[in-house]
T-cell receptor
Framework: GDSVTQMEGPVTLSEEAFLTINCTYT??????LFWYVQYPGEGLQLLLK?????DKGSNKGFEATYRKETTSFHLEKGSVQVSDSAVYFC??????????FGGGTRVLVKP | DVKVTQSSRYLVKRTGEKVFLECVQD?????MFWYRQDPGLGLRLIYF???????EKGDIPEGYSVSREKKERFSLILESASTNQTSMYLC?????????????FGPGTRLTVL
C-alpha cells in the first residue's frame, strides 16, 4: 500500500538557520504530494503541494520539489524564524481521495 | 473564509461511555474525513464519507462508527470508549473525486478517556 516516511524529530534550530525535512514515499501510480503544517493548538493547514514530477511547490519561504526518480519530496527553508516552530507532515494522495500521512516532524526554532 | 469546526476542543470521558464528536463544514464539500493523530504515527484515517448517508472504513475503523445525515455534518461515535482511544481527533473535508486539491482541517478535539 501507499506509505510516507519522514525524518523523526524533534529538529531544533537557531533563528535564520537552514531547514531540511526529508520525505520519501511509496505509491502506485502518480500521486500528488503535500506538506501540511500544524502550529501549536491548531489543526493542519496546507503549506504547499506538487501534482506531477519535477513540480516545485512553494509558500511562505518553504519549497519542495517532486522527485519521481528518488520518490522524494523534501521540504526546505533557507532562513527559519521562531514563528516556523510547528509540526510538519508530508502526505500523498494517490487513487481515490485518501491522504496518506507521514509520522510528522516537530521543528523548534530558538531565538 | 473556509471553515471546518469541531464541537469541542477538549473532552474527558470515562471508560464505557458513548462519545459523540461533531464536525461541520461550510464549504459544500462532498467528502468528509475523520482522523486520529498520535505522536510518531502521524494521522490515521478512521472513516470517510463521500456523500450523505454514505461511509467507508479507513485504516483503523475498529471501535468507531460514523453518521452523515446532512452534507455539512459528519459525526464520529465511540460506542464504548476505551483508554486506547485517548487521542487527538481531526476532521477534514474536501472536494469530490479530486486528486489534486487539499483537504481542509478542523482545529481538533483532544479526547481523554479515563
Amino acid at each position: 500500500g501507499d506509505s510516507v516516511t519522514q525524518m523523526e524529530g524533534p529538529v531544533t534550530l537557531s533563528e535564520e538557520a537552514f531547514l531540511t525535512i526529508n520525505c520519501t514515499y511509496t505509491a502506485t501510480g502518480y500521486p500528488s504530494l503535500f506538506w501540511y503544517v500544524q502550529y501549536p493548538g491548531e489543526g493542519l493547514q496546507l503549506l504547499l503541494k506538487a501534482t506531477k514530477a519535477d513540480d516545485k511547490g512553494s509558500n511562505k519561504g518553504f519549497e519542495a520539489t517532486y522527485r519521481k526518480e528518488t520518490t522524494s519530496f523534501h521540504l526546505e527553508k533557507g532562513s527559519v524564524q521562531v514563528s516556523d516552530s510547528a509540526v510538519y507532515f508530508c502526505a500523498l494522495k494517490a487513487a481515490g481521495n485518501k491522504l496518506t500521512f507521514g509520522g510528522g516532524t516537530r521543528v523548534l526554532v530558538k531565538p | 473564509d473556509v471553515k471546518v469546526t469541531q464541537s469541542s476542543r477538549y473532552l474527558v470521558k470515562r471508560t464505557g461511555e458513548k462519545v459523540f464528536l461533531e464536525c461541520v463544514q461550510d464549504m459544500d464539500h462532498e467528502n468528509m474525513f475523520w482522523y486520529r493523530q498520535d505522536p510518531g504515527l502521524g494521522l490515521r484515517l478512521i472513516y470517510f464519507s463521500y456523500d450523505v448517508k454514505m461511509k467507508e472504513k479507513g485504516d483503523i475503523p475498529e471501535g468507531y462508527s460514523v453518521s452523515r445525515e446532512k452534507k455539512e455534518r459528519f459525526s464520529l461515535i465511540l460506542e464504548s470508549a476505551s483508554t486506547n482511544q485517548t487521542s487527538m481527533y481531526l476532521c477534514a473535508s474536501g472536494l469530490a473525486a479530486d486528486l489534486y486539491n487539499e483537504q481542509f482541517f478542523g482545529p481538533g478535539t483532544r479526547l481523554t478517556v479515563l
